[in-house]
């Protein structure tokens, strides 16, 4: 009888892969990753699958899309309004700390035609 | 060489007693109340599986990950810090920032990523509102001292100078 043998590559890029159908991007997310060994990702929002051996570091921000029906009749995507500003500390060997603000949909809109309030979301304290 | 690997991670799985499902098992966590946060940090060492919506995975190995949550309006509880052993509630509703720190095998399928790792994985991520959802969120949250942190949310504009406003009263 012939044994079948599951290829560690195929086990390895697989498992996100079936993972991927668990969700998707419904939600406005900022994202930092700090991998350190063997790391093989999917983002449900691009598709894209990303493979990392070593040191990795990055910053994603997921905006999810709507569908917009337009004059002509042709649906377009439309990105979540946001407006946000992130400030964070990374020491070395050590965990940051983070200070988040964002604003979004109607109020981030709002936010846009008031310099006044504007300047005072994007200070500093 | 197969078997050996398959071996080393039934003898981790074997070996390390502990594992926790959800909420339940032997894993630790820490709540850190504030003004305006709730912080809860949990501690798992072994098999854990995570079955919250907004963390769903699976780890072997050790994780300290950490959950900061608007505080609840009418909660009774003083602000403080107090330890959970073997079950470790969350508040309702979905938190503002996740942080996570695992050493091992670590397999996540949430809204944002889903991924299979092995080594050192560490992150961040701060959780907004759904599409079409008018929100303000302000917070800030330092991993070495949860003490300090700040979660206010409102609404609408006019909601936020008003917090502007105290703040800098």
């Known amino acids: ?125 | 060489m197969c078997r050996f690997l398959l071996f080393v991670l039934c003898c981790l799985v074997l070996g390390v007693s502990s594992c926790a499902l959800g909420p339940y098992g032997l894993q630790a966590a820490r709540y850190t109340r504030t003004a305006t946060a709730t912080v809860i940090e949990v501690y798992s060492f072994g098999g854990t599986l995570r079955i919250l919506d907004e963390d769903r995975g699976a780890t072997l190995g050790f994780r300290k990950s950490a959950y900061v949550y608007e505080r609840e309006k009418l909660s009774g509880n003083a602000i403080g810090q107090e330890w959970s052993f073997f079950y470790t509630p969350n508040p309702v509703g979905a938190p503002v920032c996740r942080a996570s720190t695992s050493v091992g095998i670590e397999l996540q399928a949430t809204p944002e990523i889903s991924r299979f790792g092995l080594g050192v994985l560490d992150q961040v991520i701060s959780i907004g509102p759904a599409i079409g959802e008018s929100r303000i969120v302000s917070f800030s949250y330092d991993r070495r001292n949860p003490a300090v942190t700040a979660v206010y949310i409102s609404h609408n504009l006019q909601e936020e100078k008003q917090t502007h406003e105290k703040e800098s009263n």
């Open chain 1, 1 to 125: 009888m012939r044994k079948k043998v599951i290829s560690h590559k195929v086990l390895a890029l697989g498992l996100p892969l079936l993972m991927y159908g668990c969700g998707s991007p419904t939600h406005l997310a900022f994202h930092q990753n700090t991998v350190f060994g063997v790391d093989v990702a999917v983002s449900p929002e691009t598709n894209n699958v990303k493979a990392a051996v070593g040191y990795d570091r990055n910053t994603i921000a997921l905006i999810p899309t709507s569908k917009l029906q337009t004059e002509e009749g042709s649906t377009k995507n439309q990105a979540m309004s946001v407006v946000g500003l992130t400030k964070i500390k990374v020491p070395w060997f050590s965990h940051q700390s983070i200070k988040e603000r964002f604003a979004t949909g109607q109020a981030a809109r709002n936010l846009v035609k008031d310099k006044e309030g504007m300047r005072k979301f994007l200070e500093d304290k």
